[in-house]
């Protein structure tokens, strides 16, 4: 029996993880819930599953918690500290990190010192400070377990395959629901249109970045560090069905693809069950029902999100970490239709440009570079609401 915590349980990921677990409640314990703002669905979770520890990151929903879950053995706290202290405790097996953005860095940085394993959902962990937490994980033999599908099927196919050397990845993306529309298409769209995608149910902000390719810049940066690339052994090509997850291909021009239907389910058990396969009831894959798979080069010029995701990982430093949090910046603009949707590139790019570049920042320098480009982006959106201009 393995204990879980979750950071980020009522977010997509950690709400399917709760079903990976009921599944498979002769493997799985849950020890430790955690939610930014969901009282409800939080409480809910904890009646159902009743962990050590429910945790709460707004303060102000904390005695609304406190209270549900009173006449139940959960031990209720609130804020960041108290995730980034409590996900050390010696009971914990495994780490699911699903939070939201830079916010789950400090908690997964601390779960590998503790040295508890990590299901990582949270690709900006890895986008922003990636030397640091490949780094830690080695010193503490933590393994780093990919939950993103992409990322989980490389690491699958990459199963058995230690001595052999990778030529390159093919991360797949899906296109988003504005794939081959023109940039002229694109200066009219709300977030209203952004969240329609047309594989995937995801959270409001990893849809957005669906949307504009940046989710998968995030991923081609992830990627390196997960699998030690160089940024050109990562390629990126759009394949509308989502059926092949990734790609890998080896040094004799032999390739190996994980498929499936979509289902984020799948790679949340193998992270949580690796190095064994569980039997599941998921659907199953039918090559007749998609008797054609399409396959087509990204477009970089209408989607700049991508090229500049490519361009912060060659120069490398702290540039990762200010395009990440430019982003953040932007979709949540984005989101509340304070600015336009090719506008999250003007301000991602002129973030690029002005913050103070960093070639090996320590993890000071990245929480400074993170409040400095979120504070810059803020400035940018507040100047030129809803402007699209490309230079």
């Known amino acids: 029996m393995k204990n879980i915590a979750i950071l980020g349980s009522t ?12 599944d498979n409640d002769e493997l799985f314990s849950v020890f430790m819930l955690t939610a930014n ?20 990151c707004d303060e102000s929903k904390y005695q609304q918690v406190k209270d549900a879950l009173a006449h139940l ?9 108290a995730i980034k202290e409590t996900v050390t405790h010696p009971d914990i097996d495994i780490v699911l990190t699903a939070m939201v953005g830079f916010a789950g860095l400090e908690p997964t940085i601390n779960a590998i010192k503790a040295g508890k394993d990590i299901a990582l959902a949270n690709k900006e962990t890895l986008v922003v400070a990636g030397e640091i937490i490949t780094t830690l994980a080695k010193e503490h033999n933590v393994k780093v377990l990919p939950v993103d599908s992409e990322h989980s099927a490389i690491f699958q196919c990459l199963a058995g395959e230690q001595d052999n050397k990778i030529e390159k990845i093919i991360l797949t993306a899906s296109g988003g629901p504005f794939r081959g529309k023109s940039l002229e298409y694109l200066t009219t769209v709300t977030s209203e249109h952004a969240l329609k995608h047309p594989n995937w149910v995801m959270g409001a902000k990893i849809t ?22 160089r940024a050109d052994q ?7 069905q989502s059926i092949v997850h990734s ?19 799948l790679p949340i058990q193998y992270a949580l069950t690796y190095p064994a396969r569980v039997k599941t009831n998921y659907k199953r894959f039918n090559f007749i029902d998609y008797p054609t798979l399409s396959f087509e080069k990204p477009d970089m010029d209408t989607f700049r999100n991508l090229k500049l995701a490519f361009d ?12 990440n949090a430019a982003n953040e910046v932007a979709v949540a603009a984005f989101l509340k239709n304070e600015t336009g949707f090719l506008a999250m590139s003007d301000i ?11 070639p090996n920042p320590s993890l000071t320098d990245y929480l400074n570079t993170d409040k400095e480009t979120r504070i810059f982006a803020q400035n940018l959106i507040q100047q030129t609401p809803l402007k699209a201009v490309r230079s």
């Not at 053995?73 to 500290?81: F, I, K, N, Y």
């Open 208 to 229: 957005i970045d669906s949307a504009s390719l940046m989710n998968k810049g995030l991923e081609v940066i992830e990627a390196k560090w997960l699998f030690d690339l």
């Open 37 to 56: 703002a969901n009282a409800y669905l939080l409480i809910e979770q904890a009646i159902e599953f009743l962990p050590k520890y429910a945790i709460i």
């Open 234 to 240: 990562v390629e990126v090509i759009v394949h509308p």
């Open 11 to 22: 977010g997509s990921v950690g709400t399917q993880t709760l079903e990976v677990i009921k």
């Open 312 to 323: 912060a990982l060659e120069q490398g430093g702290n540039m990762p970490c200010i395009i």
């Open 348 to 358: 991602i790019e002129t973030c690029m440009q002005q913050i103070n570049y960093i």
């Open 73 to 81: 053995p959960v031990e209720v706290l609130a804020g960041h500290q």
């Open 247 to 265: 790609l890998v291909q080896f040094e004799d021009g032999s390739i190996k693809a994980q498929m499936g239907v979509p289902d984020m389910k």
